[in-house]
C-alpha cells in the first residue's frame, strides 16, 4: 500500500522547517524529501542534507528530461523535487513530507491527487514581521520583499485540506502530528491494510 504523500506550505518566517524537524524526530516512518537547487549552499549547509546542490545547466537538463515532479524559480534559483526519488518512497510503504511552496504544491496535486496539503499561518502579518526582523539575517529591503510574498502565499490557504496557527510551537507541533496520524487511519489507507481483517466480519 503506498504511503501517504504530505505537502506542507508556508510563508517565510511561519515557523514550517521547525515544525518539520520536530515532527520527524518524533514520527519515525516519514521520509522528508530533499530539494534540488541552484542556490548556493550557506554556512554549515552540506550537500544533500538541506539540499541537492546542482549549476543551473544541469538543473535546466533535469526539467527538459522530465526528472522533476515541480519545480519553480524563486528569487532567481531554481527549486525542484525528483520525480523518481517520491515515487520510490511511497512505493516502500511509508510517509513522504514535501516543504514547498503554494505554486509547487499546486503541481504536485495535479499527478498526486490523494496528496495531504497543509499550510501553516502566522498568527498575524504584524507577528511574522517580528520574526523576520528577530532573524537579524535579512535587510529591509528583503524583510519586505519576504511581506510581499507572504501574503500572496497566505491567499491560497484555501486550497489546502489542514491550516494549522503557529502561534504557540507545542500546539502547532501537536496538531501537524495529529493531521499525520488521521491520514495513516483513513479509510483509503486501511482498505488495503486491514483487507483480511474486515473481509473476517463480513
Not at 516512518?29 to 549552499?41: E, G, H, V
Not at 546542490?53 to 531554481?78: C, Q, S, T, W
Request: aromatic share 8%; net charge negative.
Amino acid at each position: 500500500m503506498p504511503g501517504n504523500l504530505f505537502v506542507v506550505v508556508a510563508p517565510s518566517g511561519a515557523g514550517k522547517t521547525s515544525l518539520v524537524a520536530s515532527l520527524l524526530e518524533h514520527e519515525r516512518n516519514i521520509r522528508l524529501s530533499i530539494s534540488y537547487t541552484t542556490r548556493a549552499p550557506r554556512p554549515g549547509e552540506r550537500d544533500g542534507r538541506e539540499y541537492h546542490f546542482v549549476d543551473k545547466p544541469r538543473f535546466e537538463g533535469m526539467i527538459a528530461a522530465g526528472d522533476f515532479l515541480e519545480h519553480a524559480n524563486v528569487y532567481g534559483n531554481y527549486y525542484g523535487t525528483s520525480r523518481a526519488w517520491i515515487q520510490d518512497e511511497l512505493a516502500g510503504d511509508h510517509d513522504v513530507l514535501l516543504e514547498i511552496d503554494w505554486q509547487g504544491a499546486r503541481q504536485v496535486r495535479g499527478l498526486f491527487p490523494a496528496m495531504v496539503g497543509i499550510f501553516i499561518l502566522p498568527p498575524s502579518l504584524a507577528e511574522l514581521r517580528r520574526r523576520l526582523q528577530g532573524r537579524g539575517k535579512d535587510s529591509a529591503e528583503t524583510i519586505e520583499r519576504r511581506m510581499a510574498s507572504a501574503r500572496e502565499e497566505i491567499s491560497h490557504v484555501l486550497e489546502f485540506e489542514y491550516i494549522i496557527v503557529n502561534d504557540r510551537f507545542e500546539d502547532a507541533l501537536s496538531e501537524l502530528a495529529c493531521v499525520v496520524r488521521a491520514a495513516r487511519v483513513s479509510r483509503a489507507q486501511q482498505e488495503a491494510r486491514l483487507a483480511k481483517l474486515i473481509d473476517e466480519f463480513r
